[in-house]
């Protein structure tokens, strides 16, 4: 006797179970996009403060010179990109050059596309070798004194591999300041960030979260690497003591610049968006 075959039959799902799963789909799908414009939510108002063909809103100060001598073309834009070069130098004779932004800023995200290029100029600091800085909460340039080498200011120092050794970048320096860490008062002049080492002439990104004398982040290559809060002046030290008025230490504003310490550096990206304070 033969056995009967069992068919299976898929039955179509009714519209109202259609109609469910559309809907389900259509409200992940909702809240996926959501997602993504809160995450995009400000990021359309980023500022470019360098245009790509001059220097057009910033100034220099280099230590020995006066306010807007460029000395020795070390700042310039050459093919859309703004670079520290030396190669108009027989040596560097303590140069320590800044590129200050026209405009103060207080509460903003900075970002950064830097890469190191070529051989230190002769005669400088082995510290300095693959070593530059972006600086804010700057004291102004006028303010500066004619032989002042670094501005009152918190730095980010930026430092590239050497080939071999660790070399993290996005640190934290403290030119005529101090900053806070776990609530402690930080007095150190210069700090390592978590970062990686990065080798070579490759271009880094970094960003700094800045709101105002509050708490500060550093990030690289969309890392963060360096948290800290309450940045303010150092009352010990004589440049930075010309800037306390009314007993207030704390700085929660100041103007940004680019360092030029000694190793040529080229920057691609320097923009800017505001946050609300």
């Given at each position: 006797?033969?056995?009967?075959?069992?068919?299976?039959?898929?039955?179509?799902?009714?519209?109202?179970?259609?109609?469910?799963?559309?809907?389900?789909?259509?409200?992940?799908?909702?809240?996926?996009?959501?997602?993504?414009?809160?995450?995009?939510?400000?990021?359309?108002?980023?500022?470019?403060?360098?245009?790509?063909?001059?220097?057009?809103?910033?100034?220099?100060?280099?230590?020995?010179?006066?306010?807007?001598?460029?000395?020795?073309?070390?700042?310039r834009v050459e093919n859309g990109i703004l670079k520290v070069s030396y190669d108009q130098y027989d040596k560097f004779d303590g140069?320590?050059?800044?590129?200050?932004?026209?405009?103060?800023?207080?509460?903003?995200?900075?970002?950064?596309?830097?890469?190191?290029?070529?051989?230190?100029?002769?005669?400088?600091?082995?510290?300095?070798?693959?070593?530059?800085?972006?600086?804010?909460?700057?004291?102004?340039?006028?303010?500066?004194?004619?032989?002042?080498?670094?501005?009152?200011?918190?730095?980010?120092?930026?430092?590239?591999?050497?080939?071999?050794?660790?070399?993290?970048?996005?640190?934290?320096?403290?030119?005529?300041?101090?900053?806070?860490?776990?609530?402690?008062?930080?007095?150190?002049?210069?700090?390592?960030?978590?970062?990686?080492?990065?080798?070579?002439?490759?271009?880094?990104?970094?960003?700094?979260?800045?709101?105002?004398?509050?708490?500060?982040?550093?990030?690289?290559?969309?890392?963060?690497?360096?948290?800290?809060?309450?940045?303010?002046?150092?009352?010990?030290?004589?440049?930075?003591?010309?800037?306390?008025?009314?007993?207030?230490?704390?700085?929660?504003?100041?103007?940004?610049?680019?360092?030029?310490?000694?190793?040529?550096?080229?920057?691609?990206?320097?923009?800017?968006?505001?946050?609300?304070?």
């Open positions: 006797m033969m056995k009967s075959q069992l068919t299976i039959r898929h039955r179509p799902l009714p519209i109202n179970r259609w109609l469910s799963v559309s809907l389900a789909l259509c409200i992940g799908l909702a809240s996926m996009l959501c997602a993504e414009a809160k995450d995009n939510e400000g990021k359309k108002g980023w500022i470019s403060l360098f245009n790509g063909k001059n220097l057009d809103g910033w100034k220099a100060k280099f230590a020995g010179h006066e306010l807007n001598d460029n000395y020795k073309n070390t700042f140069k320590f050059g800044h590129l200050f932004y026209k405009n103060k800023f207080s509460h903003y995200i900075l970002r950064v596309e830097y890469r190191f290029v070529g051989d230190q100029v002769p005669e400088a600091p082995g510290w300095a070798l693959r070593n530059n800085g972006i600086m804010f909460h700057c004291q102004s340039p006028e303010s500066m004194t004619k032989g002042q080498s670094f501005p009152v200011s918190v730095e980010v120092q930026l430092l590239g591999g050497n080939g071999k050794d660790k070399r993290p970048t996005g640190n934290v320096c403290t030119p005529g300041t101090h900053i806070v860490m776990d609530g402690k008062l930080v007095t150190s002049h210069c700090i390592e960030s978590r970062s990686k080492t990065y080798h070579g002439d490759q271009w880094v990104t970094v960003e700094v979260e800045v709101h105002g004398d509050s708490t500060i982040k550093h990030t690289v290559n969309g890392e963060t690497v360096f948290e800290y809060e309450k940045p303010q002046l150092d009352e010990n030290d004589p440049d930075a003591k010309k800037l306390i008025k009314d007993g207030s230490k704390m700085l929660h504003e100041g103007y940004i610049a680019l360092q030029a310490e000694s190793h040529p550096t080229e920057f691609r990206k320097v923009e800017i968006l505001p946050l609300q304070k």
